[in-house]
């Protein structure tokens, strides 16, 4: 059952990865977007849009790597350090909600 768990865990993991990898791509292409609407000199708003789009796909990003890192180390953490664990994700909750 513990082997199961663990693959489970493993193949999650990787699952996040690779969301993770295709979210950075997503992000890319929007940041070339934004590049080049500022060299064309288009309307600031569509720029500001544009940038808020942004914004949110690195949101998301950073959902998935906490995720990925909930999978993948915290599970572990809150068995052998649940101190650590716990400082670890008030610290990035605090950060994140800024």
């Not at 865990?9 to 977007?33: D, E, F």
Request: aromatic share 4%; proline share 1%.
């Amino acid at each position: 059952m513990k082997q199961k768990s663990i693959n489970n865990s493993h193949q999650q993991y990787q699952k996040l990865t690779q969301s993770a990898k295709r979210r950075i791509k997503i992000i890319q292409g929007q940041l070339n977007g934004l590049s080049k609407m500022i060299e064309n000199d288009e309307y600031c708003i569509d720029i500001l849009n544009q940038s808020a789009a942004i914004q949110a796909s690195l949101k998301s990003l950073d959902a998935l790597v906490l995720e990925r890192h909930l999978v993948a180390h915290v599970k572990k953490q809150f068995k052998t350090e649940p101190n650590r664990a716990i400082k670890e994700l008030l610290k990035v909750f605090k950060q994140t909600n800024k």
